[in-house]
């Protein structure tokens, strides 16, 4: 496990699927190249599309490779010298240079921004015992007025039966987020978001479920957010390999600000 993943299961039931956008993903091959066309409507019902690919040659991983409407591209590369490590290229508006290695129940990362040589940014999580991991990160400003160490947090999550619990600092330890997620039963998982500092002990930012026990309506979850937005969607595979995701929000019991999204995926 990464450290940047020591939440992951909380985070990934609060955040992801819930949309404002209408999409389409396209799903193809065209011989040994993956590919994928993302469409999007804009506020204006303009329709902006994204053109990737996916591939392997020679050793060499291109994860993604992508044109973008506004004439930007995006380049993703990945290869393994050797067993455990993993160098990534990243490329878009910036250049980040990556380095992966696992051993055993340690995982190490570090990104170096070969663009500009500003940035360096590092992490190591620890799996200390079944079900629990520790770890931390760092990021260190090479170069300009601000050099020398920007940010730094530290973590740790426990994982055992139907339990999720994870801690992490944030803000140079100034503050401090917990996740929590329960599975009740196979079907429903609740989950909870909250920081905690001397400003407020205790705010709570979410507080949601996913329940996918009515196979025709596929998975549902809602989330209510501190901001007095409530958000709900529904996952459901409407046709075979094609995904329905339809999400709405609405802040309070007004109805002038209810926002909807719809995301097709095949």
Do not use: W
Not at 5 to 28: F, Q
Not at 31 to 38: A, H, I, N, Q, S
Not at 146 to 175: D, H, R
Not at 223 to 249: D, F, M, Q, R, Y
Request: proline share 2%; glycine share 12%; charged share 15%.
């Amino acid at each position: 496990m990464k450290f940047s993943d020591i939440s992951k299961p909380s985070n990934d039931l609060l955040n992801e699927d819930y949309t404002s956008s209408v999409t389409l993903k396209c799903k193809g091959k065209a011989g040994p190249v993956d590919v994928t066309v993302e469409t999007v409507r804009g506020v204006n019902g303009a329709l902006t599309s994204k053109v990737g690919g996916k591939f392997a040659y020679a050793g060499l991983n291109f994860d993604k490779l992508q044109a973008t409407a506004d004439g930007s591209n995006v380049l993703e590369t990945s290869l393994v010298p050797c067993k455990g490590c993993k160098l990534t290229f990243k490329a878009n508006k910036a250049a980040d240079l990556g380095l992966e290695y696992t051993a055993g129940s340690i995982t190490t990362t570090g990104t170096l921004d070969v663009l500009s040589m500003s940035k360096f940014a590092t992490s190591t999580c620890i799996g200390v015992a079944p079900g629990i991991n520790v770890g931390g990160d760092l990021s260190y400003n090479i170069s300009g007025d601000k050099a020398g160490l920007s940010a730094y947090s530290v973590g740790a999550s426990y994982s055992k039966g139907s339990l999720f619990t994870s801690v992490t600092s944030a803000n140079k330890f100034s503050q401090f987020n917990v996740g929590v997620m329960y599975k009740v039963n196979p079907d429903l998982s609740l989950a909870s978001s909250t920081t905690h500092s001397s400003a407020k002990a205790c705010d709570v930012l979410a507080v949601g479920g996913a329940y996918s026990g009515l196979a025709s309506l596929g998975t549902i979850k809602a989330k209510v957010g501190s901001n007095g937005v409530t958000s709900a969607c529904i996952i459901k595979e409407v046709a075979p390999k094609v995904n329905l995701t339809a999400s709405g929000s609405i802040t309070g019991a007004d109805f002038s600000t209810f926002k909807y999204g719809l995301g097709i995926t095949m």
